[in-house]
């Protein structure tokens, strides 16, 4: 849907927002893709690439600690 950073997520044709509550338009966004695999299979793919390039979380809070390890050091 519209919120908290989910279009941000799906940008750059990785996914379809709808606004909370539209079930026609998620409905027809359903029928489209199931009508059009290739499509499906474009975006799915967009939307596979960039969350695999995303660091983890255990990444993350790898970085995270050497920062705070760092800052304590005299």
Same mark, same amino acid.
């Given at each position: 849907?519209?919120?908290?950073?989910?279009?941000?997520?799906?940008?750059?044709?990785?996914?379809?927002?709808?606004?909370?509550?539209?079930?026609?338009?998620?409905?027809?966004?359903?029928?489209?893709?199931?009508?059009? #695999?290739?499509?499906?299979?474009?975006?799915?793919?967009?939307?596979?690439?960039?969350?695999?390039?995303?660091?983890?979380?255990?990444?993350?809070?790898?970085?995270?600690?050497? #920062?705070?390890?760092?800052?304590?050091?005299?």
């Amino acid at each position: 849907t519209t919120l908290d950073g989910i279009p941000e997520l799906l940008e750059q044709k990785r996914g379809f927002v709808v606004f909370p509550n539209d079930s026609e338009k998620i409905a027809e966004l359903i029928v489209t893709l199931t009508k059009n #695999l290739h499509l499906l299979s474009e975006y799915g793919g967009r939307a596979k690439k960039f969350i695999t390039e995303q660091p983890t979380w255990y990444d993350s809070a790898k970085v995270v600690l050497q #920062l705070l390890m760092m800052s304590q050091e005299p």
